[in-house]
């Protein structure tokens, strides 16, 4: 494995994937965690800002292995690669975390697939950018 390649593409995952979290948890569907029937099943947001270095840990682990397995599986099919990797990152991680969420606390219905298409974004984002950075130089 290209190690060098392994972690650009690891700090890139991260940074994208906190940018887009940022922006779709605050600025897309930050009026929709105002409305009481999704406040009812969350923790007070004062609540939620003292576990926030979990969730920047288990992001950093996310696109530690996100990473780490686009790596090892890398086939070097060009961007199409990362698009196709994303997709089913998405459906396994975010789709299925969203659905069991949904079985387990009361969200309304609307919010998890507005998490599944945020992830599935997300996700394909994240593997067009490890695509780039595994991406061969062209010969000159």
């Known amino acids: 494995m290209n190690w060098k390649k392994f972690w650009i593409a690891f700090l890139l995952v991260f940074v994208a994937y906190l940018a887009t979290n ?9 009026d929709t965690y105002l409305k009481p029937e999704v406040q009812n099943s969350m923790r007070p947001e004062e609540e939620m800002g003292r576990y926030f270095w979990v969730r920047i ?29 994303g997709i089913l990152i998405a459906v396994f991680f975010f789709f299925v975390g969203s659905f069991d969420q949904f079985v387990t606390y009361p969200i309304p219905y609307f919010l998890v697939w507005y998490w599944t298409i945020a992830g599935l974004v997300q996700a394909v984002l994240m593997g067009i950018i490890a695509a780039l950075v595994y991406k061969p130089k062209s010969a000159a």
Do not use: C
Not at 58 to 74: E, N, Q, R, W
């Open 57 to 85: 840990v288990t992001m950093l682990v996310f696109s530690f292995f996100f990473t780490y397995i686009f790596a090892k599986g890398y086939e070097r099919k060009g961007l199409m690669e990362g698009v196709r990797y």
């Open 22 to 30: 940022m922006l779709i948890h605050t600025v897309i569907l930050g």
